[in-house]
């Protein structure tokens, strides 16, 4: 069984998705959900869903050993970002394979600080005419590794982040499962 680590900063809605795709899948589960938020949603989402939640601080990402061993604890063979807004650390990405979620078409609108309504917003701001989402290998820098797949949504004139977040959900939530299980039965 090839087990999915999720680490996600916010409400969880694409870890739950993921958990509920691979639930039966024959050989690609999700095993644990980590988070560095204590008051995130993605904890009930996991908790309700009967996936383990690590929640962890910037010391135990960073400086200790304690997010590698809950990783090794859960079988952890890939690594999944989806909406978690801190930079990988080397020990990741020399032990695992990790993926992320970006809510635009990179390279635009990405790098540090660029997540979730900011994203949007810089997207309206500067009159795009589509936004999309990218699904992308990480490295050592925000939002620059391989580009895997990116499917793209229109930018209305009127619209606002919150109508156009609603749109990049919709993509999230279609492809991004599909990608994640392409590139784990790929690799």
């Known amino acids: 069984m ?4 999720v680490f996600a900063s916010g409400s969880g809605s694409n870890a739950e998705n993921l958990t509920v795709y691979f639930k039966k899948h024959p050989s690609i589960r999700v095993g644990l959900i980590l988070t560095n938020n204590p008051k995130a949603g993605v904890i009930d989402r996991a908790r309700l869903a009967g996936v383990p939640v690590k929640i962890f ?37 020399e032990k695992y394979p990790v993926l992320n979620i970006h809510p635009a078409l990179l390279p635009a609108y990405g790098g540090k600080g660029m997540y979730g309504m900011h994203v949007h917003r810089a997207v309206i701001a500067g009159r795009e005419t589509q ?52 590139w784990i039965t790929e690799n």
């Open 2 to 5: 090839n087990f999915i680590s």
């Open 57 to 93: 601080n910037r010391h135990d990402f960073y400086e200790s050993g304690t997010v590698l061993a809950a990783l090794r604890e859960y079988r952890t063979a890939y690594i999944v970002l989806a909406g978690f807004l801190w930079l990988a650390p080397d020990y990741l990405l």
């Open 131 to 182: 936004s999309g989402i990218t699904i992308h290998e990480v490295d050592s820098e925000y939002d620059n590794g391989r580009i895997l797949f990116q499917a793209a949504c229109p930018v209305a004139p009127d619209d606002t982040p919150e109508r156009l977040a609603a749109r990049i959900h919709e993509l999230e939530y279609r492809y991004f499962p599909h990608v994640v299980e392409k």
